[in-house]
């Protein structure tokens, strides 16, 4: 009895995980919603992730770096605060924006998934100027052929997004077995070097002559693969 309660308790966790990471990406569709106003918002999903995990990691933000790293106008970055604090994400101080404690718990769990993140030179598999690489921990169950994930870069402007697994350590494309970067020692190990894959890891490779659509395309195709997962 204890045997079969411990051998069936993973899969209990991973679809409770599952379950929580679709309610999390439903908060951020909340935040990003218009709430009764016709004004229409410049910000999105991606972006919001982007400013949390700035939050995240660097514990408090000025409205200055926000519009940098976010691409964002002044009058866009006050209402996406004004969003994330109306959710009692995060409060403002001084010094700028902080996490709250629910903040802090949201933004945990989606890092545990979406771990690590990294640009790469290009490429074979990632032909343009800029390539923003995104892992997936242990989500190699939600791909089918990856035109899904590629559907959702596209939305945010990428020219090309390709979408690896990886599998007996290699990087395989969805359905397949042959290792996509045997011949290409470089970017192989540009991506073991800083996004340290296991066995069901998931990479999504977002291409773009701008670093920054490359980067919010691979974040929404991050995002919505959690969602539809």
């Known amino acids: 009895m204890y045997l079969s ?17 679709r309610q999390q990406i439903q908060i951020l569709q909340n935040i990003v919603s218009r709430k009764g106003s016709s004004k229409i918002l410049t910000f999105s999903i991606p972006h919001v992730f982007k400013a949390l995990q700035l939050l995240y990691q660097d514990k408090f933000v000025s409205r200055s770096k926000f519009c940098k790293e976010l691409h964002l106008g002044e009058g ?30 949201f933004s945990e769990t989606l890092a545990k998934v979406i771990k690590k993140e990294c640009q ?5 598999i990632a032909p343009s100027k800029f390539n923003h690489a995104v892992i997936l921990k242990n989500y190699s169950f939600a791909i ?22 990886y599998k007996n350590n290699q990087f395989v494309f969805p359905g397949e077995d042959l290792d996509c970067l045997k011949e290409d020692l470089v970017t192989r190990q540009k991506l073991v070097d800083n996004l340290s894959p296991e066995e069901g890891d998931v990479i999504i490779v977002s291409s773009s002559n701008d670093p920054f659509v490359s980067e919010v395309s691979a974040k929404n195709s991050a995002l919505w693969t959690l969602a539809t997962g």
């Not at 309660?5 to 990471?21: G, N, Q």
């Not at 866009?76 to 994400?89: C, R, S």
């Open 5 to 21: 309660s411990w051998t069936i308790c993973p899969i209990y966790i991973e679809k409770f995980l599952r379950k929580v990471l």
């Open 144 to 165: 089918k052929t990856g035109l899904e994930q590629r559907d959702y870069a596209i939305l945010y402007g990428s020219s090309r997004c390709i979408t690896l697994i």
């Open 120 to 124: 790469i030179n290009k490429c074979k």
């Open 76 to 105: 866009a970055i006050k209402t996406l605060i004004l969003h994330l604090k109306n959710v009692e994400m995060v409060k403002t101080t001084k010094s700028g924006t902080i996490l709250t404690v629910k903040g802090k718990k």
